[in-house]
């Protein structure tokens, strides 16, 4: 997120995605990182070859010099250095999903799939993105289930990508994805949320819907008809300087290969990948899944959408079918995984306008 400042029309700052406090490129403070995860000082005033300095920045960490009340913690650089960062957090309660919906969100940018909207990526930091790709991506589409999230004593973010849209325009993107038990704590740990840009809830059909078919994969948690806690706490911690909170918010009905028959589920999953992003389509798409959550689950599970001004919701399937026994025996095949982010970041402006079925109006 950005705070405009005073000085000079155009200037912004830059806020540090963590701590919230304001932050610029500090050549003093550059760290890299060994192979054992050290951070280590990092000296450019030798290097004379512009473009080697560039490669060493390219995968260097800035330290944040705020360390009040918060442990050491380190930025890279490109994050600073590419425009105006957009920060997105997956909310939802354990088990709910966020970590295999996130890792095929990633899988599918990076396999081109915002493409189609003239976005292309880079990774902010080439080793933290590998590792993400090797320890999650790869993992999961060998048919390995996901750990769940640890919990956290900071909250950081676990991928950052570069996206560029078709004006040319670079934007940073960091996602943060906690654990549902952090989510629902009141302490220090969400004070980030502040900072963020735009949200994600993802709804567990087997918390919130009751139907019979979905007993026997409910597990320890079980059906509720009120709502995710996580949403809530969420919900409450955010600012709201009106009736409604003004941040870019979706709604993802996850695991939607457990209700594939049920319509209009049946219809969505089925829905081929559009061509280009329509408020229109999302909003048709909003219609019907606030219809279905708030018929089977209640009030309490469509807060999020109630609550925030510029919100759509979806239906989408991480992983196309449920593991058994912590692997998927036939692969997996994610649905529609890529639409609510997509919502997200045209409501951030990083798909450009396009008129009044465009990026513009989504959530409108
Ligand atoms: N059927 C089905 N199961 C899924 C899907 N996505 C995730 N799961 C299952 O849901 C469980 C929890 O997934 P996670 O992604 O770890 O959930 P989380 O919300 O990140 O949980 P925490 O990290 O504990 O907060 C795992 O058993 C997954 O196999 C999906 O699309 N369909
Ligand atoms: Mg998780
Ligand atoms: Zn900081």
Redo the contacts with the bound molecule.
């Keep these: 997120m950005t705070v405009p400042v005073t000085t000079g029309a155009e200037a912004s700052e830059m806020l540090c995605p963590y701590c919230l406090e304001v932050v610029s490129f500090d050549e003093g403070q550059l760290f890299e990182r060994d192979e054992r995860q050290q951070y280590e000082k990092l000296d450019l005033s030798g290097q004379t070859s512009a473009l080697r300095r560039a490669d060493r920045l390219r995968s260097a960490y800035q330290r944040c010099r705020n360390t009040d009340g918060t442990p050491p913690h380190f930025i890279p650089v490109p994050y600073l250095s590419h425009g105006s960062p957009l920060t997105v957090a997956?909310v939802?309660?354990?088990?709910?999903?966020?970590?295999?919906?996130?890792?095929q969100m990633i899988a599918e940018i990076a396999d081109g799939g915002l493409e189609q909207y003239g976005v292309t990526w880079q990774s902010v930091n080439p080793q933290d993105h590998q590792d993400f790709m090797v320890e999650r991506v790869d993992a999961l589409r060998s048919g390995q289930?996901?750990?769940?999230?640890?919990s956290q004593t900071f909250a950081s973010f676990v991928e950052a990508l570069l996206l560029t849209g078709a004006d040319g325009v670079t934007r940073p993107v960091a996602f943060f994805?906690?654990?549902?038990?952090?989510?629902r704590r009141t302490t220090a740990l969400l004070r980030f949320l502040l900072g963020v840009d735009a949200l994600i809830f993802?709804v567990?059909p087997l918390r919130a819907l009751p139907m019979r078919q979905l007993d026997p994969?409910r597990g320890e948690f079980g059906y509720s008809r009120g709502g995710d806690p996580?949403f809530q706490t969420v919900l409450d911690r955010l600012q709201r300087t009106g009736p409604y909170l003004e941040i870019a918010a979706s709604v993802v009905i996850?695991?939607?290969?457990?209700l594939r028959f049920e319509p209009p589920v049946d219809r969505w999953l089925a829905e081929p990948p559009a061509d280009r992003v329509s408020a229109r389509r999302f909003r048709d798409e909003s219609r019907d899944a606030y219809a279905f959550l708030r018929h089977h689950g209640g009030p309490a599970w469509v807060r999020p959408f109630d609550n925030v001004l510029r919100c759509t919701m979806h239906f989408?399937?991480?992983?196309?079918?449920?593991?058994l026994h912590?692997s998927?025996l036939h692969g997996v095949r994610?649905?529609r995984v890529l639409e609510p982010l997509v919502s997200v970041l045209s409501m951030c402006g990083l798909l450009g306008d396009h008129g009044d079925d465009g990026p513009a109006n989504v959530g409108m």
Excluded: I, Q, W, Y
């Design positions: 997956m939802g309660d354990s088990a709910t999903g966020k970590t295999h919906l996130l890792t289930m996901l750990e769940h999230t640890p994805d906690l654990s549902g038990e952090d989510l993802v567990d994969m996580a996850n695991k939607c290969d457990l989408a399937s991480a992983t196309g079918s449920h593991d912590g998927f994610p649905r």
